[in-house]
Nanobody, 128 residues
Framework: QVQLVESGGGLVQAGDTLRLSCAAS????????MGWFRQGPGKEREFVAV????????YYADSLKGRVTISRDNARNTVNLRVNNLRAEDTAEYYC?????????????????????WGQGTQVTVSS
């Protein structure tokens, strides 16, 4: 069984850097594609970033490109997300997700239906 546990959320200041981590158990993150999504107040869940099992290749939401980086730590079996220069509109619940199936290109993973397992989420509130 796959379990994903996000950490690193909380109250942050506008302009700061956000660092989130997703600890996976039951699967090796380097063997699967992992992603981050977020859901702001009153909004639908939206794609943030994805890292593929091979390469690895990464793909980012256009709205965040230039401010966001996804990476993985194979030794810790974690997937990490960094968002620079935080803005009030980055306030959201952030979710880590794991995909069991392999799709190409990596941009196919922008749709949350591609993912099979989800973490509980971690709340990020950006204060201005």
């Amino acid at each position: 069984q796959v379990q994903l546990v996000e950490s690193g959320g909380g109250l942050v200041q506008a302009g700061d850097t956000l660092r989130l981590s997703c600890a996976a158990s039951g699967r090796t993150v380097s063997s699967y594609t992992m992603g981050w999504f977020r859901q702001g107040p009153g909004k639908e869940r939206e794609f943030v970033a994805v890292i593929s099992w091979s390469g690895p290749r990464t793909y980012y939401a256009d709205s965040l490109k230039g401010r966001v980086t996804i990476s993985r730590d194979n030794a810790r079996n974690t997937v990490n997300l960094r968002v620079n220069n935080l803005r009030a509109e980055d306030t959201a619940e952030y979710y880590c997700a794991h995909a069991e199936k392999y799709y190409s290109p990596v941009s196919f993973y922008t749709d949350p239906v591609r993912f099979d397992y989800w973490g509980q989420g971690t709340q990020v509130t950006v204060s201005s």
